[in-house]
């Protein structure tokens, strides 16, 4: 059993030892009700579109090299 804690944005990687951030994205919009609509960010080097994020549950893709992006898109989904 997860953890029941209520997060306003979780970011999380594609490749995580142990667990995938597909995974992650799964169990938070699955099991975790208290996390069920919080914006996940994936962040990843890996070669995936954002389109294929969304398809994992995840409400953006953006690429690691793109630390401005992140902070800005971040800041907006917080700001909701």
């Known amino acids: 059993s997860g953890r029941k804690e209520s997060f306003d944005l979780i970011v999380t990687d594609i490749m995580m030892p142990g667990l995938n951030g597909y995974d992650v994205a799964k169990f ?3 099991e975790n009700w208290k996390n069920k609509f919080t914006p996940i960010i994936m ?3 890996a070669d995936i579109t954002d389109v294929e ?3 994992q549950g995840c409400t953006s893709f953006i690429p ?5 992006k992140i902070v ?3 800041r907006i989904l917080l700001n909701r």
């Open 72 to 74: 800005s898109m971040s």
């Open 64 to 68: 690691k090299s793109n630390l401005a």
């Open 28 to 30: 938070v919009r699955g």
């Open 43 to 45: 962040v990843s080097g």
């Open 53 to 55: 994020a969304r398809q």
